[in-house]
């Protein structure tokens, strides 16, 4: 049993297939996906951050595991503005248990 609630899909994008958490950027939520998983380093950096600073958190779940979080982290914690305080949090909670 999951304690997750991620968006609904109908819910997750715009009628042009960005999803919500991508409102400044033209990405398709397919190509998202894409490059978040095959991207050069660098893009998949961005937009790991962009994920985690602008989406709730639940729905980071859906595209990122706790590892893949960990692995990133170093390189993308100065990116998340005020998310920042929540992830080390989350991060630290992980690590006690």
């Known amino acids: 049993m999951s304690v ?3 968006t609904p899909p109908e819910r997750l994008v715009d009628a042009q297939g960005r999803p ?3 409102w400044d950027m033209d990405l398709t939520l397919e190509r998202f996906r894409e490059l978040l ?9 961005h937009l790991t951050a962009k994920l985690m600073r602008q989406a709730k958190p639940d729905d980071v779940f859906t595209y990122l ?6 692995e990133r982290w170093p390189h993308i914690e100065a990116q998340l503005g005020r998310s920042r305080a929540f992830w080390a ?9």
Request: aromatic share 14%; charged share 25%.
């Open 4 to 6: 997750l609630n991620p």
């Open 20 to 22: 919500y958490f991508l």
């Open 37 to 45: 998983a095959t991207g050069d380093e660098p893009t998949r950096l």
């Open 65 to 70: 595991s706790e590892a893949q979080i960990r």
């Open 89 to 97: 949090w989350l991060l630290a909670q992980w690590e006690r248990n």
